[in-house]
């Protein structure tokens, strides 16, 4: 069984920087697209960004361009998520999710690995709050 768990959240001030993971186990991740999401109180899950398993494809929500950054370490089943030039509104609960999506997957554009309905599994979230 899959499992993901997610570490490296904690209080930071504006404009300051962190750096989430997200480690998996219980697969073979090669065919793995994985995401990040974030959920703030009182609001809906917002998508943050999204790597193919080899890293050769990634996105980013609005929020997240020019400021974040994921990358994946294949050799330790691990990604990453660096948050940059933190703001109060990046204040959330920060989860990892993991989707098989098979060999020859392919994406392009705003909603490559950004709809959380494709995602099978999820972490148990870790917090990010930053404040001013």
């Known amino acids: 069984q899959v499992q993901l768990v997610e570490s490296g959240g904690g209080q930071v001030q504006a404009g300051g920087s962190l750096r989430l993971s997200c480690a998996a186990s219980g697969g073979t991740f090669r065919n793995f697209a994985m995401g990040w999401f974030r959920q703030a109180p009182g609001k809906e899950r917002e998508f943050v960004a999204g790597?193919?398993?080899?890293?050769?494809?990634?996105n980013y929500g609005d929020s997240a361009k020019g400021r974040f950054i994921v990358s994946i370490d294949s050799p330790k089943n691990t990604v990453h998520l660096h948050l940059n030039t933190l703001k109060p509104e990046d204040t959330a609960v920060y989860y990892c999710?993991?989707?098989?999506?098979?060999?020859?997957?392919?994406?392009?554009?705003?909603?490559?690995?950004?709809?959380?309905?494709?995602?099978?599994?999820w972490g148990k979230g870790t917090l990010v709050n930053v404040s001013s």
């Open positions: 790597i193919n398993w080899s890293g050769s494809t990634s």
């Open positions: 999710a993991a989707d098989d999506v098979g060999p020859n997957y392919y994406c392009s554009g705003t909603t490559c690995y950004a709809v959380d309905s494709q995602y099978d599994y």
